[in-house]
């Protein structure tokens, strides 16, 4: 599409990111993956919530994206838990999210500590933008 | 209305008393005192017969009619028979009414309780449906993520290399594709919504003229690729109170209405706002082909598209109208048309400027 960017992609690939991937759908992160990979980022994966958290909790990411709608421990729990260890506003955490959710709910949980959200399926150009802005912020 | 107690005890009262007095003359004229004083014994004895008769019936009949009537009060306050006993009488035709009035009863009973049986079901069905259908969009939403995600690598030169002009071509229509694919989810979930009065409002002070300002600049690139004008024809200023999402995404459906409707190079689309005291009145006015007077009355239903040759190449859902008026309407408002074939169409709505009753959860 914007075929004249190139410029301005190569000054936002210049940053260079540890991006956490919490999702269970395999698809999906493999395409974040390709995608994040291309922008010269380094991308971790975790397939489900526990695994994620722990992830979190180990190493120090740049920023998280967290998928909300996942068997089990899903995102909420993950908010939950940071939340209980006053550790949620530590992290760059961006919801990124497929449910019905209202605006009120990403509200809320931006009034909680999370950094950004943002709605599944996604822009690409506007998931990198918010990438790169929640880790610089 | 007399209770049937006091014409019983009026009827056997005169009657007894008319016995009693003639024998009281007949007594005093007789001219034989022993027979009037036989006849006045046998008048006193009749009369107290009578009125003694009269408390025997009342008692047998009033008592268990009114007992019956109580019982049927009660029933139509509670709709539940309380008294089940046989009621107290030896007389057969009570017994009948009161035995018809059970079985009625216990009928009613069944009915009520059947019909309350079949509420919880239709609630529950209701459930289900929001659930399914939340769970429906998500399901549908997740394949879309790679799908759109992929097409919007292989669009960028620079992160998978350059594409011939024919691959360039058909990733160009599954990106339209998957994106109508989208949208259209995006309208079910929202005419589901709307049909169980699930779909919710904000409320928020919105500038009526930045409000239409940046709607022109959102659709002027899409407008423009086809060589349509789109302009704001338009004065006013004012801020009203109301869901500026919801405004946008009627005039969303309508613009794109509009520039399907209108002839590329000749199409001018306007939209516009005016105020009275309580209510603003927004439209869209294009030169399009027009909409007859049969599609007038049936374009705000649901899945309704509009058949003509010229529209043909309209590829809708057939979801928007219907969501454009779900959506004035549940803002307190309405939205209607006024077309002429050949000449162009103008789409208005009128939502309050202040929040009449808008049903918010929170």
């Given at each position: 599409m914007s075929k004249n960017s190139t410029i301005k992609d190569s000054d936002v690939n210049s940053t260079h990111l540890n991006i956490l991937i919490i999702?269970?759908?395999?698809?999906?992160?493999?395409?974040?993956?390709?995608?994040?990979?291309?922008?010269?980022?380094n991308c971790i994966v975790a397939n489900d919530g526990e695994q994620g958290l722990r992830l979190i909790q180990e190493n120090k990411h740049d920023v998280v994206l967290l998928d909300l709608?996942?068997?089990?421990?899903?995102?909420?729990?993950?908010?939950?838990?940071?939340?209980?260890?006053?550790?949620?506003?530590?992290?760059k955490i961006i919801v990124f999210t497929a449910s019905t959710i209202t605006q009120e709910e990403l509200d809320e949980l931006v009034k909680r500590g999370v950094t950004s959200y943002i709605l599944k399926p996604i822009d690409i150009d506007l998931l990198h933008s918010r990438i790169v802005e929640s880790a610089t912020s | 209305m007399i209770p049937i107690k006091n014409i019983l005890f009026l009827v056997s009262g005169v009657s007894s008393f008319i016995i009693f007095y003639m024998g009281l003359v007949n007594y005093l004229?007789?001219?034989?005192?022993?027979?009037?004083?036989?006849?006045?014994?046998?008048?006193?004895?009749?009369?107290?017969?009578?009125?003694?008769?009269?408390?025997?019936?009342?008692?047998?009949i009033t008592k268990p009619i009114e007992k019956l009537a109580q019982n049927m009060t009660e029933f139509s306050r509670t709709n539940k028979i309380t008294n089940r006993k046989p009621i107290n009488t030896n007389i057969k035709e009570i017994h009948e009414l009161n035995d018809n009035f059970q079985s009625m009863g216990q009928k009613v009973e069944k009915t009520i309780s059947v019909q309350k049986e079949y509420v919880e079901k239709l609630k529950e069905i209701d459930r289900k449906k929001v659930e399914f259908s939340s769970m429906v969009?998500?399901?549908?939403?997740?394949?879309?993520?790679?799908?759109?995600?992929?097409?919007?690598?292989?669009?960028?030169?620079?992160?998978?290399?350059?594409?011939?002009?024919?691959?360039?071509?058909?990733?160009?229509?599954?990106?339209?594709?998957?994106?109508?694919?989208?949208r259209?989810?995006?309208?079910?979930?929202?005419?589901?919504?709307?049909?169980?009065?699930?779909?919710?409002?904000?409320?928020?002070?919105?500038?009526?003229?930045?409000?239409?300002?940046?709607?022109i600049k959102d659709f002027k690139p899409i407008a423009s690729q086809k060589n349509i004008h789109l302009i704001k024809d338009s004065a006013e200023k004012g801020v009203?109170?109301?869901?500026?999402?919801?405004?946008?995404?009627?005039?969303?459906?309508?613009?794109?209405?509009?520039?399907?409707?209108?002839?590329?190079?000749?199409?001018q689309i306007t939209i516009g706002a005016k105020t009275d005291k309580?209510?603003?009145?927004?439209?869209?006015?294009?030169?399009?082909?027009?909409?007859?007077?049969?599609?007038?009355?049936?374009?705000?239903?649901?899945?309704?598209?509009?058949?003509t040759s010229t529209s043909r190449k309209r590829n809708g859902s057939g979801l928007g109208l219907a969501i454009c008026k779900g959506i004035t309407e549940g803002l307190g408002g309405k939205i209607w048309v006024e077309s002429k074939e050949n000449i162009g169409t103008v789409f208005y709505f009128e939502i309050p400027k202040q929040p009449v009753k808008i049903n918010n959860k929170k």
């Amino acid at each position: 599409m914007s075929k004249n960017s190139t410029i301005k992609d190569s000054d936002v690939n210049s940053t260079h990111l540890n991006i956490l991937i919490i999702d269970d759908n395999e698809q999906i992160t493999k395409m974040l993956t390709t995608f994040l990979e291309l922008k010269n980022h380094n991308c971790i994966v975790a397939n489900d919530g526990e695994q994620g958290l722990r992830l979190i909790q180990e190493n120090k990411h740049d920023v998280v994206l967290l998928d909300l709608a996942m068997p089990e421990f899903d995102g909420y729990a993950v908010i939950n838990a940071l939340e209980s260890k006053d550790q949620l506003k530590n992290n760059k955490i961006i919801v990124f999210t497929a449910s019905t959710i209202t605006q009120e709910e990403l509200d809320e949980l931006v009034k909680r500590g999370v950094t950004s959200y943002i709605l599944k399926p996604i822009d690409i150009d506007l998931l990198h933008s918010r990438i790169v802005e929640s880790a610089t912020s | 209305m007399i209770p049937i107690k006091n014409i019983l005890f009026l009827v056997s009262g005169v009657s007894s008393f008319i016995i009693f007095y003639m024998g009281l003359v007949n007594y005093l004229t007789a001219v034989e005192q022993s027979t009037g004083m036989i006849l006045l014994i046998f008048a006193t004895a009749v009369a107290a017969g009578t009125l003694l008769s009269t408390v025997y019936i009342s008692k047998s009949i009033t008592k268990p009619i009114e007992k019956l009537a109580q019982n049927m009060t009660e029933f139509s306050r509670t709709n539940k028979i309380t008294n089940r006993k046989p009621i107290n009488t030896n007389i057969k035709e009570i017994h009948e009414l009161n035995d018809n009035f059970q079985s009625m009863g216990q009928k009613v009973e069944k009915t009520i309780s059947v019909q309350k049986e079949y509420v919880e079901k239709l609630k529950e069905i209701d459930r289900k449906k929001v659930e399914f259908s939340s769970m429906v969009s998500h399901e549908l939403k997740t394949p879309l993520v790679p799908i759109l995600g992929y097409v919007q690598m292989l669009q960028k030169q620079e992160l998978m290399g350059e594409l011939n002009k024919k691959q360039q071509d058909a990733v160009d229509e599954i990106y339209s594709s998957a994106l109508k694919l989208q949208r259209l989810v995006g309208d079910i979930l929202t005419t589901q919504k709307l049909d169980l009065g699930k779909l919710e409002f904000n409320q928020e002070n919105i500038d009526v003229a930045e409000l239409l300002n940046s709607i022109i600049k959102d659709f002027k690139p899409i407008a423009s690729q086809k060589n349509i004008h789109l302009i704001k024809d338009s004065a006013e200023k004012g801020v009203i109170f109301s869901d500026k999402d919801r405004i946008n995404q009627v005039f969303s459906n309508l613009i794109k209405n509009a520039i399907d409707f209108v002839e590329p190079d000749k199409g001018q689309i306007t939209i516009g706002a005016k105020t009275d005291k309580n209510f603003i009145e927004f439209f869209v006015k294009d030169n399009g082909v027009g909409i007859s007077e049969t599609n007038q009355k049936e374009i705000f239903k649901k899945f309704y598209q509009i058949d003509t040759s010229t529209s043909r190449k309209r590829n809708g859902s057939g979801l928007g109208l219907a969501i454009c008026k779900g959506i004035t309407e549940g803002l307190g408002g309405k939205i209607w048309v006024e077309s002429k074939e050949n000449i162009g169409t103008v789409f208005y709505f009128e939502i309050p400027k202040q929040p009449v009753k808008i049903n918010n959860k929170k």
